[in-house]
């Protein structure tokens, strides 16, 4: 039995909402259902969401590389 170490939290609580912002401004430009307006996605299927968190994915890493640049 393994002991299961949530990684999933964020280091700092108060980018939840920032990340919540992001995340419906992901989902607003794939055009995908308008369940997430609600706030509430069980009503999405794996694919609107993967496809919402991989655009997400999509636009950080050239906004941390450009990060990593300017240091």
């Known amino acids: 039995m393994s002991i299961r170490n949530n990684s999933n939290r964020l280091l700092n609580p108060e980018a939840l909402k920032a990340m919540d912002k992001f995340k419906?401004?992901?989902a607003k430009e794939l055009n995908v259902s308008q369940d997430y307006k609600s706030g509430y996605w069980g009503n999405?299927?794996?694919r609107e969401c993967g496809a919402?968190?991989?655009q997400m994915v999509t636009k950080m890493?050239?906004?941390y590389q450009n990060n990593?640049?300017?240091k």
């Open 61 to 63: 890493i050239p906004e």
């Open 44 to 46: 999405m299927t794996s």
């Open 24 to 26: 419906l401004e992901a």
């Open 68 to 70: 990593i640049a300017n």
């Open 52 to 54: 919402v968190g991989g």
